[in-house]
């Protein structure tokens, strides 16, 4: 089992910058691959952006790309994602998960809300 802990959201303007943190326990930190999802109001969950285990290769949403850096640091446990450019279009709960066994998201955080004002 892994328990993540998401922090770091908040209110700011467009334009701005956010780090968002995932702090993980439970089992062994670097077996998993992770991923920020996002939920806004209305819309499904989407992908924003993801990391290996060795944190070598990651993977962004179209939307995201060049605004937001996805990074671990295994001494840590932690996964942030650096989010630049804020638009209002960002608003949304944002979620770190990690890939399980089988390969698929299993394990989820409890949501940090991120608002971009115009």
């Known amino acids: 089992q892994v328990q993540l802990v998401e922090s770091g959201g908040g209110l700011v303007q467009a334009g701005d910058s956010l780090r968002l943190s995932c702090a993980a326990s439970?089992?062994?930190?670097?077996?998993?691959?992770m991923g920020w999802f996002r939920q806004a109001p209305g819309k499904g969950r989407e992908i924003v952006a993801a990391?290996?285990?060795?944190?070598?290769?990651?993977y962004y949403v179209d939307s995201v790309k060049g605004r937001f850096t996805i990074s671990r640091d295994a001494a840590k446990n932690t996964v942030y994602l650096q989010m630049n450019s804020l638009q209002p279009e960002d608003t949304a709960v944002y979620y770190c998960?990690?890939?399980?066994?089988?390969?698929?998201?299993?394990?989820w955080g409890q949501g940090t809300q991120v608002t971009v004002s115009s």
């Open positions: 990391v290996n285990r060795s944190g070598s290769s990651t």
């Open positions: 439970g089992r062994t930190f670097g077996t998993y691959s």
């Open positions: 998960s990690a890939v399980g066994p089988g390969g698929t998201y299993d394990y």
